[in-house]
């Protein structure tokens, strides 16, 4: 599903963030990436997104070669992949149910479709209550929730998340974990950027360590 063949990513001439990565996660895995802040973990989840292009190497996602895509190309990339960003990225003048339904109203779904979708996923994470609510009404979990509900409301191939716990407490944390796991029993390739040790351990699935751009360790993480 996933392939980095090679690849290398410069932001600046003189530094690299990446260096000679390569890496296959298979359809249907679930997978976190950790290292130190800087070790390349955003960087590696931007690639997945094609939101950057690497400076060398070749970025295989779901059959497609990004590096050869066009601009236009893109976007229908994207439609297959979920994220959920460091910082959320919910519009703040949105109610909650507006800022999930924005995933399916850009593919085309009709509003009695979108209705029904929207709900039952928050309805499914807690947030039935809070359809009406603005995000900075809610606490960080909820926002959390949201932006997963958002990436998640088009049953994505691929769900990518930036440090998806780093503000939350231990229930916030189990509870987002939970949504990951249904996610990817449903079918959707997982990839969560974390430096969260606890929750790499107590989730028990492949961890890639980075370090200084480089992929320094692979391992299954045991029960
Ligand atoms: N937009 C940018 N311009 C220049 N350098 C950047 C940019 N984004 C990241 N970098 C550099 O690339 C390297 C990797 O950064 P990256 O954000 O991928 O690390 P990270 O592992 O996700 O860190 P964190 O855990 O702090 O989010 C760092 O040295 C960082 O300074």
New binding site residues.
Partial sequence: MIQLHNVS?S??AE????TDVSLKIPKGDFVF?T????????????LIYAELIPTRGQVVIDGANVTRLSRKEIPYLRRSIGVVF?DYKLLPNRTVLENVAITLEVLGWGKRDIGKKVYHILKSMGLEDKVNTTPLRLSGGEQQRVALARALVNDPKILIA??PTGNLDDENKEQILSIFKEANIRGTTVVV?T?DRRVIENSHRRMIR?E??RIVEVADVQE
């Fill in positions: 990513m932001y600046q530094s690299t963030a990446l990436l290292g130190q802040s800087g070790a390349g973990k955003s960087t590696l989840l931007k460091q930036d440090e950027a430096h980075l200084k751009g």
